[in-house]
Structure formats: C-alpha cells, structure tokens
T-cell receptor, first 116, second 111 residues
Framework: NAGVMQNPRHLVRRRGQEARLRCSPM?????VYWYRQLPEEGLKFMVY????????ESGMPKERFSAEFPKEGPSILRIQQVVRGDSAAYFC??????????????FGQGTRLTVV | QKEVEQNSGPLSVPEGAIASLNCTYS??????FFWYRQYSGKSPELIMF????GDKEDGRFTAQLNKASQYVSLLIRDSQPSDSATYLC???????????FGGGTRVLVKP
C-alpha cells in the first residue's frame, strides 16, 4: 500500500557495516510491524512496535538487530555488522489499532538489502 | 509440522480457468485467515480475509474456510495473466501481534 513509506528501496552494504531501514506508517497508524523475506522464502515476523514501545520482538535475532519507533519520526530497523545472510527484503506494515483477528495491516514497498 | 503450509507450485492454469489454492494450519485456535498476493519484487497486497466457516466472495476471488479440517482455500475464477503472482496465506497469532505466513503458492496463468 502506497501509504506505508519505506526507504531506502534498495540498500547495499559491505560486510561489517551498519544498515538502517526506515518506515513511516500510514497516516493515523501508530502500530508498526517488521517482516523479513529471505530469497525464495515466505515472510517472517520480526518485531511489533507502538510509539516508543516494543510490544513483541519474538522474531528478532538476538544479536545485531534492533528496532525503535520514536515519538516523532519513522520506525527504524537497525542491523549492525551486517553479514551476507542478512541479504533479504525487509517489509514494514502498519495498522490503526492493535492487531486482532480481523485487523488489516498494510505493507510498504520494502527495502531490499544486499550485503556484499 | 509448519504452522501454515502451502504448496509452493507453480500452479499453472490456462486463462479463463479456475485456480484453486490451498492452505493448512496447525493452530486449532486460529480465528481468521488472510490471503495476500505478491508480485515478483513487490510487497504483499491484501486480497481478502475470512473468519467464518463457509465461503466469502469478492469479485473473482472466493475464500473458503473449514475450521474442522483446518484448511482455507482461495479460488480465482476467470483467471487472467495479471493474476500470475505468488499467493500467501497468513494466520494471526492468538495475541494478534503477528501474522504467520505460509511459504506461498506461485500461480502462472497462461494466455
């Protein structure tokens, strides 16, 4: 959905560098979800955030990955010391209320991270 | 057993035919189910969701849910070449915090 804005669309990093992925949710949405899609695989949940709070980070790797959603500005997914296995498409989704059984979440266009 | 399973395909159907996609899930407590379409290199796009047993129709798409058998299906009637994409089945967690996706079924509609 065009309303969820992610940037950059494509990001190339050398091994060991840091990657910062940004997500601006749809207007009026305060719930953000990050998913990762490895090549030829399905989407995997990473983290769910509300403004200034991490609600569920059960899908986040224990090391090198962090996420935030500050009071002002976009949500940031940060990957430190990237490795080639981090190469994937990272999608952000947002919703207007906490996810429930029937709550829709709209996806951004994704950031495609390539680690060389 | 994976939480959400789909046949990876490709499912090849001639233009104008019905494409039938299946998805099985392991959590009997699951209440609702989402179908997303994803074109190559693009983001997932919500097609429809269903939460009651039976059929739900939206245009050329029909979702069918059978909670007793733990499967949900998607039918695409009058398939068009523009329907060629990967279709993802997704199930919300009981807390609602996340969607668990199947691996997707790739559909090829041949003119």
């Amino acid at each position: 959905n065009a309303g969820v804005m992610q940037n950059p669309r494509h990001l190339v990093r050398r091994r060991g560098q840091e990657a910062r992925l940004r997500c601006s949710p749809m207007k009026g949405h305060s719930h953000v979800y990050w998913y990762r899609q490895l090549p030829e695989e399905g989407l995997k949940f990473m983290v769910y955030l509300q403004k200034e709070n991490i609600i569920d980070e059960s899908g986040m790797p224990k090391e090198r990955f962090s996420a935030e959603f500050p009071k002002e500005g976009p949500s940031i997914l940060r990957i430190q010391q990237v490795v080639r296995g981090d190469s994937a498409a990272y999608f952000c989704a947002s919703s207007s209320r906490p996810r429930g059984p029937n709550t829709e979440a709209f996806f951004g266009q994704g950031t495609r991270l390539t680690v060389v | 057993q994976k939480e959400v399973e789909q046949n990876s395909g490709p499912l090849s159907v001639p233009e104008g035919a019905i494409a039938s996609l299946n998805c099985t899930y392991s959590d009997r407590g699951s209440q609702s189910f989402f179908w997303y379409r994803q074109y190559s290199g693009k983001s997932p796009e919500l097609i429809m969701f269903i939460y009651s047993n039976g059929d739900k129709e939206d245009g050329r798409f029909t979702a069918q849910l059978n909670k007793a058998s733990q499967y949900v299906s998607l039918l695409i009637r009058d398939s068009q070449p523009s329907d060629s994409a990967t279709y993802l089945c997704a199930v919300p967690s009981t807390t609602g915090n996340k969607l668990t996706f199947g691996g997707g079924t790739r559909v090829l509609v041949k003119p």
